[in-house]
Nanobody
Framework: QVQLVESGGGLVQPGGSLRLSCAAS????????MNWYRRAPGKEREWVAS????????NYSDSVKGRFITSRDNIKKMLYLEMSSLKPEDTAVYYC???????????WGQGTQVTVSS
């Protein structure tokens, strides 16, 4: 069955760095575009970053642009989010998402908690 498992979350001080991982299984990973989303308590889900099937094209929300980098390894079937210069506003549960190009069909992971606090 399809699985997306996020890991790497935790507590980090403002200005610190963290790398999130998402391990994919049960589907043809390289046929899917991938996204990162996050949701903070009391707020709407926010799109963070996207990366197309080959990893050549990436996009970021204005709130994380210049601080976060997403990448993928299609051999290992892994998605990554490297976060730096972290701010308290980045505190949220982070989710990876797989979506088939041209469709609304996709999969979601369970999320990993990132807390930025001193």
């Amino acid at each position: 069955q399809v699985q997306l498992v996020e890991s790497g979350g935790g507590l980090v001080q403002p200005g610190g760095s963290l790398r999130l991982s998402c391990a994919a299984s049960g589907f043809v990973f390289n046929n899917f575009n991938m996204n990162w989303y996050r949701r903070a308590p009391g707020k709407e889900r926010e799109w963070v970053a996207s990366i197309e099937t080959t990893g050549r094209r990436k996009n970021y929300s204005d709130s994380v642009k210049g601080r976060f980098i997403t990448s993928r390894d299609n051999i290992k079937k892994m998605l990554y989010l490297e976060m730096s210069s972290l701010k308290p506003e980045d505190t949220a549960v982070y989710y990876c998402n797989a979506i088939y190009p041209g469709t609304s069909s996709g999969y979601w992971g369970q999320g990993t908690q990132v807390t930025v606090s001193s």
